[in-house]
């Protein structure tokens, strides 16, 4: 882990959502169509908007968002060890716990890094 001399202020946020952003784009295909990051002590947040496939959004004009829900969360899993390492470099910080969540209507999903120590 990185403590030297960690990003702060708009160099980290963008540095968070540069990554996130990655991450996501490696796992579903395409990333979001807009997201950014912020951070208050030890918590980080980082939101993303527009990121459902064509086809995930397909199945939930058609009743099935629930499914798309669930395989989301599958994926996020999945994500969960690279992004919790990624914050963990950027940061300087040890990510002591992790949330992901996405919403179908409006189509957005949140990321959030609990971090061992206050960023500022």
Do not use: C, W
Request: proline residues 4%; negative net charge.
């Amino acid at each position: 882990m990185l403590d030297s001399k960690p990003l702060s202020g708009g160099e980290l946020n963008a540095a968070v959502t540069r990554e996130v952003i990655r991450v996501h784009s490696e796992s579903h295909g395409r990333g979001p169509k807009k997201a950014f990051s912020f951070y208050n002590g030890n918590v980080l947040t980082t939101v993303l908007e527009e990121v459902l496939t064509p086809s995930e959004r397909r199945l939930a004009a058609n009743g099935e968002g629930d499914a798309v829900l669930n395989m989301r969360r599958l994926h996020q899993r999945g994500m969960a060890p690279e992004l919790k390492q990624s914050i963990e470099e950027i940061t300087g910080r040890k990510v002591t716990a992790f949330m992901s969540d996405n919403h179908i209507e409006p189509d957005m999903a949140v990321e959030v890094f609990i971090l061992d120590r206050s960023i500022a």
